[in-house]
């Protein structure tokens, strides 16, 4: 389903329990509801002004673009087949915990008003932009297969870029 650039300001998709793929950025959205949607592998549903996004039963999900709404919290602890996340510029109160996200090739959580970052047990994790952050430190020891990192415009105080790869 791909009902992007309009302005949507409610969308229900409940009954959809086969739909893998919603595109449905760039709308006015301040919710959605994706829970029955178990079958769901692919969610872009950035640049609306969503507050919660719960994704704790979309197991199957790959890839997510939720970047550019009002997010203050992101769980995706269950979600550990995700390869790439797009979250960017939310306001994240309490930062966004990756660290059963395995799988994760791909990470985007620039201008996120993070203060914390831990990337330690993503060791697949090829792409890191956390720039426009309040990062004091940040390790990336554990990622040796990063080939690509942004971090510039944070507080960093530590970097450690020793993956034994660079």
Sequence with gaps: LN?????LTSLNVSSNIALTN???FTNKLTSLNVANNTALTSLNCAINAITNLNL??????TTLNCYDNKLTSLNVSNNTALTAINCSANPFANGINV??????????????TLTTLDVSSNNLLQSLNCQGNSLKTLDTSANTALTFLDCSSNQLTSLNL????N
């Design 3 to 7: 009902c992007s650039y309009n302005n």
């Design 22 to 24: 919603l595109n449905c």
């Design 56 to 61: 704790t039963s979309n197991l199957s999900l």
């Design 99 to 112: 660290t059963n996200n395995k799988a994760l090739t791909f990470l985007n959580c620039n201008f996120s």
């Design 162 to 165: 020793k993956n034994g790869n």
